[in-house]
């Protein structure tokens, strides 16, 4: 495993997500459509509701956002290089299949951390400030912020291994977007319904998904590498 050859492909990779101003309007839009809903809600919010609040984990909704962003960006990496004539020269160089997709899914991971965190902090400082009395000591709950921690980047890395795996079997970049996102409502889904009480979060629940995501995560890149077959994608044979 060469660091230097996957970190070149990283880089190559973000300086195409800045040139790509698709990728850029993605990696804004769904997070700010996070981030809106609930602000609209939750400021609107009396001082009377921070009671019921502190029986629900409503903020684990903005796990959506590692769920969605990176899935679409993951979706576009490899059909995006065949289409554009790319991924021939970079597959015919000494780079390994797994350093190929190990830079594949680290190059949308940092960034979509990084704005799923940035999000989460604008919203906390928002309704720290502006929010009435009791509301946001409700909805801050350490267990709540801490588990917003810990499973953005498990459920950014389960997303972007399944829009690689779409990647790699697709020709189009738009259906390979739509099936990556269609991959990961469930995920959006579950935390949605923790999110708002009609699955009770327990802490055998969170560590249950948490082992369940770190296995997934881990076994993610030796099943992509194996969909991942060179000679199809260089010859477009199915």
Do not use: C
Not at 156 to 167: E, F, H, P, Q, T
Request: net charge positive; hydrophobic share 55%.
């Amino acid at each position: 495993m060469s660091s230097r050859r996957v970190m070149a492909i990283v880089r190559k990779e973000i300086r195409d997500y800045r040139r790509n101003r698709y990728m850029v309007v993605t990696m804004a839009i769904i997070p700010l459509i996070f981030l809106f809903q609930p602000l609209i809600s939750i400021l609107n919010l009396p001082a009377a509701a921070s009671v019921p609040l502190s029986h629900k984990h409503e903020l684990l909704y903005m796990l959506g956002i590692p769920a969605l962003v990176p899935s679409v960006v993951a979706a576009s990496s490899v059909v995006t290089e065949r289409m554009q004539g790319t991924l021939e020269p970079i597959l015919t160089t000494p780079i390994r299949r797994k350093e190929f997709l190990l830079a594949k899914a680290l190059a949308p991971l940092l960034p979509s951390v990084a704005i799923s965190y940035l999000v989460y902090g604008i919203f906390v400082v928002i309704i720290e400030l502006f929010a009435h009395s009791g509301v946001a000591p409700a909805l801050l709950q350490g267990s709540v912020v801490l588990a917003q921690v810990i499973f953005t980047p498990l459920i950014a890395l389960w997303s972007i291994w399944v829009g690689i795996a779409v990647s790699t079997r697709s020709s189009d970049i738009r259906p390979a977007q739509q099936l990556s996102v269609l991959g990961n409502l469930p995920v959006v889904a579950l935390t949605t319904l923790v999110a708002f009480n009609v699955i009770h979060a327990t802490l055998a629940l969170a560590v249950g998904l948490g082992a369940a995501l770190l296995v997934v995560d881990r076994f993610g890149w030796r099943i992509v590498s194996a969909m991942f077959d060179r000679e199809r994608l260089i010859t477009g044979m199915r």
